[in-house]
T-cell receptor, first 116, second 111 residues
């Protein structure tokens, strides 16, 4: 089946620095990828939808200048958390939309970001 | 906003069937119902999806009411490894097909 690789799985960074998270579709081309964040004991919250070669569409309340999304190729989307603060500490998960499976949405394993 | 409501938690005895309900009263005719589950600190795992007919695969069965306003996920023989948060999701048809997660049901399978 379709596989989505997300890297790194865990990252600790200092407040004020930027962190990049990568999401790769390993055996298929993903024209659309989604980025979610999840706080402890809460559900996944959709942050943005990224389409290859175009600007991402952000959900209401998500700061696009803080969460930079790049989807430059059909197999790679990146999320950069700029000027990270402790309140940005969260579990970030990507998902790729694909046509190889009947269900069409494959999720990465997530990235645990801790800002100290 | 999510178009689904689920009970926050449920218990099930190991080996018994787990029946997880979901309400989606505002679902549109062309919107699919998806079920995913999430084991702690992992990405969501696909279980099953459907439009209006009942569906079955190797993991579970999905029963959708005739009016499509609710559905039930059935795990026929729950095991301890089925302990997870189960999300019922309505795929938003006219917004790029994005999946908006609700609060989910935390299923605890007990020995």
């Amino acid at each position: 089946g379709a596989v989505v690789s997300q890297h790194p799985s865990r990252v600790i960074c200092k407040s004020g620095t930027s962190v990049k998270i990568e999401c790769r579709s390993l055996d298929f081309q993903a024209t659309t990828m989604f980025w979610y964040r999840q706080f402890p004991k809460q559900s996944l919250m959709l942050m943005a939808t990224s389409n290859e070669g175009s600007k991402a569409t952000y959900e209401q309340g998500v700061e696009k200048d803080k969460f930079l999304i790049n989807h430059a190729s059909l197999t790679l989307s990146t999320l950069t958390v700029t000027s990270a603060h402790p309140e940005d500490s969260s579990f970030y998960i990507c998902s790729a939309r694909e046509s190889r499976t009947v269900y069409g949405y494959t999720f990465g394993s997530g990235t645990r970001l801790t800002v100290v | 906003d999510a178009k689904t409501t689920q009970p926050p938690s449920m218990d099930c005895a190991e080996g018994r069937a787990a029946n997880l309900p979901c309400n989606h009263s505002t679902i549109s005719g062309n919107e699919y119902v998806y079920w995913y589950r999430q084991i702690h600190s992992q990405g969501p795992q696909y279980i099953i999806h459907g439009l209006k007919n009942n569906e079955t695969n190797e993991m579970a069965s999905l029963i959708i009411t005739e009016d499509r306003k609710s559905s039930t996920l059935i795990l026929p023989h729950a095991t301890l490894r089925d302990t997870a948060v189960y999300y019922c999701i309505v795929r938003i048809y006219n917004q790029g097909g994005k999946l908006i997660f609700g609060q989910g049901t935390e299923l605890s399978v007990k020995p």
